[in-house]
DNA sequence: GAAGATTGAACCGTCAATCTTG
DNA sequence: CAAGATTGACGGTTCAATCTTC
């Protein structure tokens, strides 16, 4: 982030970049203490969290490989190979899909469902102590702000 | 990101949860359009470009080997295999620590300020592009509010 | 022996090519 | 041929082991 001829560029921008910053160290913060936190408590990384919990959150409990893919924000063939090794740990199951022979399914198990309740204890513990200070009105108000 | 018993968390923690997951999907949101306009207009990746701004920043626009890994916040093995692909492009230049003969500092060269400036409006662009709204008042209410 | 940094081996992510089904 | 998904090859990241200097 950077402003290499800080005299040309107006306040506005100036004020924008700053808070981009913010969010990037922030944003580096927060992740980095939780995959510490996860690490030493010996429970999988955060991309597994994150795929449970959109399946989790998913009608049924499944979603086509490609919607997760995108859900994450990660390639399709990435999350191929991470779908496979949660399902090698029996967390989720990847079953064709019914009506289209294309497609196929991740599906939360029991056991996935388990490892999401024992991770977010975990996860939420850093939250808490990232943001120590926002209250639920400043929390409001960060919504409003970034959408 | 999660509630698992929605009805046993407070209204401060879904909050405070809703905001990180926005600042969750902003930051993938953004960081995945700077990087695809850097690829279109045949630049090197965002990480590079911390790198130099990194240095830039810097006295005399250098810095010792593991203050670069611990201002990215990546492990130093990964920063000294990255610093070598920098060096081998001519952007930085790794050099002996004058007082210390155990430590290295990477240097940002004439060619990594020159890239620096290529890369900057590439970057700029892209954040216009995300916070096409945001006035410099609230960027800076943001800013207060996430520290 | 401790601190700063680099390397070997294994793992993870991505692109392009491929396979399968519509 | 188009769409959904997986695989091979390659490059990047990490941990542990190593090397060098204090």
């Given amino acids: 982030m950077?402003?290499?001829?800080?005299?040309?560029i107006p306040e506005m921008q100036h004020a924008r970049l700053d808070a981009w910053?913010?969010?990037?160290?922030?944003?580096?913060?927060?992740?980095?203490q939780v995959e510490a936190a996860l690490a030493e408590a010996g429970l999988p990384p955060l991309g597994w969290y994150d795929v449970l919990?959109?399946?989790y959150e998913a009608p049924q409990r499944r979603l086509r490989m490609s919607?997760?893919?995108?859900?994450?924000?990660?390639?399709?063939?990435?999350?191929?190979?991470?779908a496979d090794r949660l399902a090698?740990?029996?967390?989720?199951?990847?079953?064709?899909?019914?009506?289209?022979g294309r497609s196929r399914h991740a599906v939360l198990t029991a056991g996935g469902t388990r490892m999401l309740r024992r991770m977010w204890p975990v996860y939420e513990r850093e939250l808490d102590a990232a943001f120590p200070q926002l209250s639920a009105v400043d929390a409001k108000r960060l919504v409003e702000l970034l959408r």
């Fill in 2 to 8: 950077n402003v290499i001829e800080c005299a040309t």
């Fill in 53 to 55: 919990w959109a399946l």
């Fill in 67 to 82: 919607e997760v893919a995108d859900a994450l924000t990660i390639s399709r063939s990435t999350f191929s190979r991470l």
């Fill in 21 to 32: 910053r913010t969010i990037l160290s922030l944003h580096a913060g927060v992740v980095g």
């Fill in 88 to 100: 090698r740990e029996g967390l989720i199951r990847i079953d064709r899909a019914p009506d289209d």
